[in-house]
């Protein structure tokens, strides 16, 4: 299992942008799918976007048009680029690795004001 660290979570106004990124400990070019889930308080955690070694995406009804994610095999890092933010994109964003079982990193807060 790789281990995998977030960063690029903060505040920020409605309609602003954030740019999440994912670090890997070891190589994810054989991970079959890498992505993000979030939770916001009181929420069950919920996908937001997954990637595939295939480059096919996954998105949630709520974040399509708006969240874009991407991986670099190269740098073992997942991106989750967030534009056109709203408040309730509000919650921890964690950051996750599947192949024969899930990794999870230790998530980054994101909080956008209305």
């Known amino acids: 299992q790789v281990q995998l660290v977030e960063s690029g979570g903060g505040l920020v106004q409605a309609g602003g942008s954030l740019r999440l990124s994912c670090a890997a400990s070891g190589s994810i070019r054989s991970i079959n799918a890498v992505g993000w889930y979030r939770q916001a308080p009181g929420k069950q955690r919920e996908l937001v976007a997954s990637i595939t070694t295939g480059g096919r995406t996954n998105y949630a009804d709520s974040v399509k048009g708006r969240f874009t994610i991407s991986r670099d095999n190269a740098k073992n890092t997942v991106a989750l680029q967030m534009n056109s933010l709203k408040p309730e994109d509000t919650g921890v964003y964690y950051c996750?690795?599947?192949?024969?079982?899930?990794?999870w990193g230790q998530g980054t807060q994101v909080t956008v004001s209305s």
């Open positions: 996750y690795s599947l192949q024969l079982t899930i990794s």
